[in-house]
C-alpha cells in the first residue's frame, strides 16, 4: 500500500520540467535516480506481493516460535523462572535508579530554578518530560507485580490464591480501604500530613508529597505490614 502511495507522488515528480537535474541538485545519486527514473506501477506491484508474502511467512514463523516456548517451558520449568526473576530484578533495580534520580533532579531544579523576578517552571517541566518519569513508574509497576507472582508461584499453583483472586484484589475498590474525597484525594498513610495528598485514580495511588504509588494489593501489604498472598486473600 505505501509503495502505490509512493507512485503516485512519483508520477506528480515526473510531470515536472527538469525533475531529474533538480533532483540531482538535491543530492540523489546517478544510479538512484536511474533506478528511480525505470520504477513503474508493475514492479511497485511485485514489491507489495513480497510484502505481503512476507507477513504471512512471519505470522507462521510466530506461531512456530509460541510453540517453541511453551515446549522450553516444559522443558526447564524452573530454571526459566529463575532466569526470568535475575532478569526483572536487574530491571527493577534499573528503573528505581533512574526514578530516584529523576525525583532527586527534579527537587534540585525546583531549588535552581527558582526566581522572584522570573519563573522559569516551564523549563523545570519541560526538562523533566524527558525523564519519563510517569511511564518508568508504570513500567516499575509491571515489573514488581510480576516478581511477586513468580516468587509466589508455588503458592499459586497450589491454590492459595489464583491469577483471578489476583485480578479480584486489583479491582477491590480503594474507597473500602482508605476515605477518599469526591475530587479522589486522600490523607497519606505513609507520611504525616494534614492535607490529603494521596491521589487516586483507576485504583491506583500516587502521593504526590512523598512519592509513593501503588495498586490495592501493596497498598494493603505496606499499611497493614502482610505479604503478598495475605493481601490478595484479605482483597476478595
Ligand atoms: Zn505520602
Not at 4 to 30: C, D, M, R, T
Not at 134 to 140: A, G, N, S
Amino acid at each position: 500500500m505505501e509503495n502505490i502511495k509512493l507512485q503516485n507522488y512519483w508520477e506528480v515528480v515526473k510531470l515536472v520540467p527538469g525533475y531529474q537535474h533538480i533532483l540531482k541538485l538535491a543530492g540523489f545519486s546517478e544510479k538512484v535516480l536511474d533506478i528511480m527514473t525505470r520504477w513503474d506501477g508493475q514492479e511497485l506491484e511485485i514489491i507489495d506481493k513480497i510484502e505481503k508474502e512476507y507477513r504471512i511467512e512471519r505470522l507462521k514463523i510466530q506461531e512456530q516460535i509460541r510453540e517453541f516456548k511453551k515446549e522450553i517451558k516444559q522443558e526447564f520449568g524452573q530454571e526459566i523462572t529463575e532466569y526470568r526473576l535475575d532478569f526483572l530484578k536487574n530491571q527493577k533495580q534499573e528503573l528505581e535508579n533512574h526514578l530516584k534520580e529523576g525525583y532527586q533532579y527534579n527537587q534540585e531544579m525546583k531549588v535552581k530554578f527558582f526566581n522572584p523576578f522570573q519563573s522559569f517552571e516551564w523549563l523545570r517541566l519541560v526538562i523533566m518530560d524527558l525523564w519519563q518519569l510517569p511511564k518508568y513508574e508504570r513500567m516499575l509497576k509491571k515489573i514488581v507485580f510480576e516478581i511477586r507472582l513468580l516468587e509466589n508461584r508455588d503458592l499459586v499453583q497450589k491454590n492459595q490464591i489464583t491469577p483471578e483472586m489476583i485480578v479480584r484484589a486489583k479491582d477491590y475498590p480503594f474507597e473500602n480501604l482508605i476515605k477518599v474525597s469526591q475530587k479522589n484525594f486522600a490523607l497519606c498513610p505513609f507520611h504525616n500530613e494534614k492535607t490529603s495528598s494521596l491521589y487516586i485514580k483507576n485504583n491506583f495511588y500516587y502521593c504526590f508529597g512523598c512519592n509513593v504509588s501503588g495498586d490495592t494489593i501493596d497498598f494493603v501489604m505496606k499499611t497493614q505490614n502482610i505479604d503478598f498472598i495475605k493481601a490478595v486473600q484479605l482483597l476478595q
